[in-house]
């Protein structure tokens, strides 16, 4: 069964500071992997998009690595800033003809300043 | 362009009613998605439209909800009867292709309580 993994559940941490969170999957076969950040009372948005044969992305203040050897990705964030405080969630999509994507349940960051 | 508009933002309804939430994709848009998400979770995929067609429905719970997609644009879901489990945001998605490199867009959502 696919599966989406993400670490930690929540995180608090000062405005300035950077952070790091980590996505495990078991999708196979793999097509790509998202990020997304969902502020409270909206959709999701997407960051960035990673695929089999890249291992790092940015975004402006965010990084997204992917290892596609151990199945794991991060999203580090630099020098967060009080608008960072948000969801971000992990969504894996397969590489059949269906393209189906697997959810993580997300990371919620807080950021204080 | 214009994002993915849902209506209503918010519902409350008594368990056994009935409710109905509207979608509208973002122009052009083949694949349009609906999603429940329960508070600290991940979206739950619940039906996905290729145009007017059904792509995906294996995790509708066909006693109770139903959802439509007349001439391949706007989307309603409706669930009848409303039981206190499907306190939930409703998201609504679409994406050009349905193709896995496409960025799915959301909508705000649709927060229903149910009492």
């Known amino acids: 069964k696919n599966q989406v993994e993400q670490s930690p559940q929540s995180l608090i941490i000062l405005e300035g500071k950077n952070c790091t969170l980590q996505c495990n999957y078991t999708v196979s076969p793999f097509s790509n992997l998202r990020w997304y950040k969902q502020d409270t009372g909206r959709g999701p948005v997407s960051l960035t998009i990673m695929t089999f044969s890249e291992n790092t992305k940015s975004n402006g203040r965010y990084t997204a690595t992917l290892d596609a050897d151990t199945k794991q990705s991060s999203l580090h964030i630099t020098a967060s800033q009080l608008s960072d405080s948000a969801s971000y969630i992990c969504v894996v999509n397969d590489n059949t003809n269906a393209g189906k994507s697997t959810f993580g349940d997300g990371t919620t960051l807080t950021v204080k300043p | 362009e214009a994002g993915v508009a849902q209506s209503p933002r918010y519902k409350i309804i008594e368990k056994r009613q009935s409710v109905a939430f509207w979608c509208n994709p973002i122009?052009?848009?083949?694949?349009l998605y609906w999603y429940q998400q329960i508070l600290g979770q991940g979206p739950k995929l619940l039906i996905q439209f290729q145009n007017n067609g059904v792509v995906d429905d294996s995790q509708l719970p066909k006693d109770r909800f139903s959802a439509e997609r007349l001439k391949g644009v706007d989307s309603t879901l409706k669930i009848q009867p409303a039981k206190l489990e499907d306190s939930a945001v409703y998201l609504c998605?679409?994406?050009?292709?349905?193709?896995?490199?496409?960025?799915?867009?959301f909508g705000d959502g649709t927060r229903l309580s149910i009492l």
């Open positions: 998605a679409s994406s050009s292709t349905g193709l896995g490199n496409q960025p799915q867009h």
């Open positions: 122009s052009g848009h083949a694949t």
